[in-house]
C-alpha cells in the first residue's frame, strides 16, 4: 500500500495527512475546501475534485470528516468510497462517529471485496501533531494487522477494541470521561484563579497528582491564557456527546454526568460559540 487516499484535511486530517506524506506515501486528497490542502499540496499531495477520483486510485483510503451524515455521504451512493474503491483496499474512517454506521461500512464494504475499519481518534491538535494519538479500532483481526503500519505514524497508542463499531464505542467511553473532566477543569481553575492562587502554580502540583487528565495538562493551560483556539471545536464535541448519549439511551444506561456537560456546551453552541475548542467552557461560568 504506497498510494494513500485522505479525505478531509481539518485541524487534526491536515497533520495526519502530512506524517503519511514524510514518511514517503503518495498521498491523495479531498476536501470541500481546496484552500485547507494547499500545504499539503505544496509538499506533493495530490489534489482531487471528488471523492470518487480518489478513491480510484487509493490502495487505502483514510477519513476524517466532521459528522455521520458527512461520513454516510463519502462512504455510499455512486460519487462514494465503497462504489468507487478498487478491490482489496483499506477503508479506515477516524471519524468519530456512530457505530451502527461504521457496521454498516464494514458489511457493505466486504460485499465489493473492501477491507474496512473503524478507527476514532484521541489527543487533538497536539496529538495529531506530535503523532501521538491514541487511536481506538474496529474490525477483524487481519484487516487491522494490515492496517497497523500505518496506523503506527499518527499514534502510539493504538488498540484493537474488537469486531466493527467497537472503535466507535470505546470513543464513546472516551468521550464520556472526557465530558464530566472538562467541568471538573474549568472549575478547578477557577477556583484557583478565585483563592488568589497562581493557577499555572496549581497546575505544577495537581496535574502530576491524582487528579491528573490529559485534559487538565493540556487545555487547562489554555483556559489560563483565555486561549479559546480549537484544537477540538465545541460543535464536534456536541455531536460526539449527542451519539454518546442516544447509543447509552439505546442501552438503558444513564449517564448524568454526560447530560450535564451535553446541555452546558449546548449553552456555548447557542451563543455562537461552536466554533471554539472544548477549553472555552470556562466562557460559560464567566458570562
Not at 7 to 14: A, D, E, L, P, T
Not at 43 to 71: F, L
Request: net charge neutral.
Amino acid at each position: 500500500m504506497r498510494t494513500i487516499g485522505f479525505i478531509g484535511i481539518g485541524v487534526m486530517g491536515k497533520s495526519m495527512a502530512n506524517h503519511l506524506i514524510d514518511a514517503g506515501y503518495d498521498v491523495h486528497i479531498y476536501n470541500r475546501t481546496k484552500k485547507k490542502a494547499e500545504e499539503l499540496l505544496e509538499k506533493g499531495a495530490h489534489w482531487h475534485e471528488s471523492v470518487a477520483s480518489v478513491s480510484q486510485v487509493s490502495d487505502c483510503i483514510m477519513t476524517m470528516v466532521g459528522y455521520p451524515s458527512d461520513v454516510e455521504a463519502i462512504y455510499f451512493g455512486k460519487d462514494g468510497i465503497i462504489e468507487n474503491a478498487k478491490a482489496n483496499s483499506l477503508l479506515i474512517d477516524f471519524t468519530t462517529s456512530k457505530p451502527s454506521l461504521s457496521k454498516k461500512i464494514a458489511v457493505e464494504a466486504k460485499k465489493v471485496s473492501l477491507n474496512a475499519l473503524d478507527a476514532p481518534v484521541s489527543g487533538g491538535d497536539i496529538g495529531a501533531k506530535n503523532k501521538t494519538l491514541t487511536i481506538m479500532v474496529g474490525g477483524e483481526k487481519d484487516v487491522f494487522k494490515k492496517a497497523e503500519p500505518l496506523l503506527t505514524l499518527l499514534g502510539k497508542n493504538i488498540v484493537l477494541q474488537g469486531p466493527s463499531g467497537a472503535g466507535q464505542h470505546t470513543k464513546m467511553c472516551n468521550q464520556i470521561t472526557i465530558a464530566s473532566n472538562m467541568i471538573g477543569v474549568t472549575e478547578a481553575i477557577l477556583y484557583a484563579q478565585k483563592s488568589g492562587l497562581n493557577p499555572t502554580r496549581v497546575l505544577e502540583s495537581i496535574s502530576k497528582g491524582a487528579a491528573g487528565s490529559w485534559s487538565l495538562e493540556n487545555l487547562a493551560p489554555r483556559m489560563i491564557l483565555e486561549d479559546t483556539a480549537p484544537g477540538f471545536y465545541i460543535k464536534h464535541f456536541i455531536k460526539d456527546m449527542q451519539i454518546a448519549k442516544e447509543t447509552a439511551d439505546e442501552m438503558g444506561l444513564k449517564v448524568p454526568g454526560l447530560t450535564l456537560a451535553l446541555s452546558m456546551y449546548q449553552q456555548l453552541s447557542d451563543q455562537g460559540l461552536d466554533e471554539l475548542g472544548t477549553q472555552a467552557l470556562y466562557l460559560l461560568y464567566n458570562a
